[in-house]
């Protein structure tokens, strides 16, 4: 029964007989005398059926229709009819009556008010069960909140944006996800203002895609900025439906905090590039390995055996690597790592070195620049005689970056004019794509070497 059926009342015999025609509920003439006494002029024959007493029986006794309500409604019932009868205004209460034969039922009474010559004021109402309706908006608000519980159970915020009404619904979890407090207001000018500023043109694109159909729906990751100042990731599904003109009358849907994942996707790729450009380094160096070891192999196993050396000490740089993550490494550790298969007995050390930490990208190469200058001491240097000795040493450089030095020292003397063979080419390319240089010279004492490459602080 619309509210429309339900505000007729019973002033009129035509109406109070519509009333009982169409079942409508009870129809009544109430009397209220100035010094409150009250009875029923009229009460309908539906009288029976909704309160189960006879019309005569309450229009012989008005109480015994007022006792029906039950005792907690009782004050809301008189202040309000109080309030009618003194205004002459319309009458609209909802209570809980007790029938004859002890059911429970809800009612609605609505009256409008007459006055009459003598002071009295007869009230023209209607009766109205209304059980049923109750019971089934109150299965719905329970069903609504029982959806909306699991919606938020999944991490979900539940909206719902009445066009017609221009009304916008959060729900609890909703508001958290936008950083809003439980109680804030809401509205589509106040959501657009949490977007974040580069994304709202995009969020208004896909919103009016979806509009443009009889049934659209959207989904869409965009950005936010809470009142807090934290940016976050959201991902929002809405559906939206049209009227029979084709205006859009309702948008519902449901939010997500994506943050966590958008994150990890940007870590991630970040991580697939790093790692591209550390195979793409680590391929031009074994390139040139590979060529430069060749054109110094007097046979397949010497070209063998220096491929595989210089191989390991890179293999070996990039186990130091993993095991801190990929990120930044110690250079004592890179420098431990390249020179174990030579021995530490005649290499020094300088205290310094323990406070330099380089890129984990830059330690395979730093790796390989160490093991081929100690590879060349064991063989033609300060290495190769059991007084000589080899001093690494950390050097003076530019702001964000590191230096060390390396002199040999009581080994054989170096011939005048030598000529620099492939490894001193390596030592002088292995830390440039990382930004880093070598510079070298053959003194008659020894082979010194210097260093500078980028550090991490």
Known sequence: MDAAGEDLVAGDPVVRSAADATALGMAYVLES??????RFVFAGPRCLGVNGVTAETIMADAQVFFDMILPEHRPTFEAAQADAVASLQPFDVEVAMRRADGEVRWHRLASLQRAQPDGAVFCDGLQVDVTDRREMAAKLREQHRRLEAAVETTGLGFWEWDVAAGTVTWSARNKALFGLAPDAEV?????????????????????????????????????????????????????????AAGETRLVVGTSMDITDRKVAEE????????????????????????????????????????????????????????????????????????????????????????????????????????????????????????????????????????????????????PVGIKPGFGTRLLQQVLRPQGGQVKFAFEPSGFNARAQFPVVR
């Open 267 to 414: 870590r991630r790729a970040l991580l697939m590039g790093e790692l591209a450009h550390r195979a793409k380094n680590g391929i031009a160096v074994l390139m040139a390995i590979v060529s430069q070891t060749a054109r110094g192999a007097n046979s397949v196993e010497d070209f063998e055996a220096a491929v595989m050396s210089r191989l390991q000490a890179m293999a070996s740089s990039q186990d130091l690597v993993m095991a801190v993550g990929g990120g930044p490494v110690s250079l004592v550790d890179v420098i431990g790592k390249a020179l174990a298969p030579f021995g530490r007995a005649n290499v020094d050390l300088g205290a310094g070195l323990a406070e330099v930490t380089i890129r984990g990208e830059m330690a395979i190469g730093m790796g390989l620049l160490l093991h081929e200058m100690a590879t060349n001491a064991v063989k033609y240097g300060a290495l190769s005689t059991p007084g000589g000795r080899v001093a690494l040493a950390v050097d003076a450089a530019p702001e964000g970056h590191g230096a060390f030095t390396w002199r040999e020292s009581g080994g054989p003397l170096v």
């Open 187 to 243: 509205s589509v000018e106040r959501y657009l203002e949490l977007v974040h500023p580069q994304d709202v043109d995009a969020v208004q694109a896909a919103f009016g895609s979806a509009s443009d159909n009889a049934r659209g729906d959207y989904a869409m990751d965009h950005r936010i900025i809470t009142p807090a100042g934290e940016t976050r990731w959201i991902q929002a599904h809405g559906r939206v439906t049209l009227d």
């Open 33 to 38: 005398q100035p010094d409150g006494q009250r």
